[in-house]
């Protein structure tokens, strides 16, 4: 098993290494992808050091399995043939292939079985509000046909990258000692703010992100259900929040969706409101799953259903997403 990392000095790249060490990935060998800026640079990687090689149009995939790439849009676009044309199979974590009808467009604790069907040898790895919101809708799916969502998203420095969430820090160190604030990163100041802005804004009024939302949860799901999106930068570090109120086919009591989510993949409840008892991103930076709380019966629909999530973005939303997609295909080649 031979494995690529593209785009490996990312704050996604970096953590591709944490998870697939933690996770204990069998590979025999890592080959690890960059820039003209971070080739040659060195990570170590189960003790022992790896260089990274400039990405280019050469022969470098021949042999490689799995290809983890996220360097973003334009690069996986560029080299998605270069990649894949040996026969490796390329995650993708961009937003470059997601709404391609010819690519599998995969969270695995909802539609595992779509990476199988990959014609151009890519799958993609969803906008990370995505993924986090659909572990938990497939747990109400189960019960009954969602049909509407809304959803609030309360999304950390991290969405942005690593040198978003030093931004972030250096606006509060700035602000305390009362130095101009660098501006950089995003469209404002984020410490002491929100921003209810993630990417660019559509014809319609919704940004790019809020639409990911829309169009991405239906091609996962196979479903009708529709998903009206506010999304928000908040100063968080890392892990995003989300508040949503879904509108399922009968109403479904809080002990159904309760047991639900307590049994559903990837989830964790946390629900105990008498002990103020709830998720909160702070303390859910660098766990796997999503986690579920504040979970009541809407007080305007009988049908509704309203509930709050924290999941780690840059692990389920990026990096463990993609590894749990290979880990997936192992498991099935292997069956």
Known sequence: MKVAIVGVSGAVGQEFLRVLDERNFPMDELVLFGSKRSAGTMYTFRGKQIEVKLLQHNDDFKGIDIAFTSAGAGTSKEFADTITKFGAVMIDNSSAFRMDNDVPLVVPEVNAADALERPRGIIANPNCTTIQMVVALEAIEKLSHIKKVHVSTYQAASGAGAAAMDE?????????ANEPVTIEKFAYQLAFNLIPQVDVFTENGYTKEEMKMYNETRKIMHSDVKVSATCVRVPALRAHSESIWVE?????????????????DGLILQDNPAEKDYPMPLFIAGKDPVYVGRIRKDLSNENGLTFWIVSDQIKKGAALNAVQIAEYLIKVKNA
């Open 248 to 264: 399922t086919e009968r109403p479904i009591s809080v002990e159904e969706a309760r047991e639900a989510f307590a049994n559903g």
């Open 168 to 176: 972030l820090y250096e606006q509060y160190r700035q602000i305390l």
